[in-house]
């Protein structure tokens, strides 16, 4: 899902279209981290500091590391102990107003494990997308998945990441999950 998100993020930039790519999973490595712009200097979310639950869009992405169009809000990486700070619900909520205000395209990736701040994410998003491995497990796990998804946001679509190592068919996932399929594809 990390890997999509930043293509779909940098394909957009290449365009021409000006895009916040938000790291909504604090606790993963980083976006910074799978683009490559980890020594690319900037502001990461714990240096973020939201007041009054409003930031500028073109301060904000003027603030963040960047190429081009493309900018990333990442996850910062703690030289020892646990993470704080994190991204509160006012903060996400104010980055994706920002962008969306000042006309940026914004791609959140969002962890699997819904909260307050995935709540945040999803109502916002004009459309979710689940990525689902295609094996039964992962499948199984977009079952639990999808019905909360939809009650949060009406356009959720679905992408399945092949190959099947059981043979497991696109056709059969999307019967599964009952969302529409948006594409499939093999690990990139």
Known sequence: ASTLAAALALSAASASV??????????????????????????????????????SGDALHRALPSHGDAAV?????AASGPLAGGPGVVSSAAVVDAGRRAGDLVVCDVPRVPGPETDVFHDAADLVVLVVPADLGSVAAGENIAGYLTSRNSNVGL??????????????????????????????
């Open 18 to 55: 000006r895009t916040l790519l938000v790291d909504g999973d604090y606790y993963g490595g980083g976006l910074d981290l799978l683009l490559g712009w980890e020594d690319i200097p900037g502001l990461r979310w714990p240096g973020l500091v939201v007041e009054a639950g409003r930031i």
């Open 73 to 77: 809000l990442s996850s910062g990486r």
């Open 159 to 188: 992408v399945v990441r092949g190959p099947a190592p059981g043979g497991l068919r696109v056709a059969d996932i999307v019967d599964a999950l009952q969302l529409p399929l948006l594409a499939s594809m093999r690990p990139e």
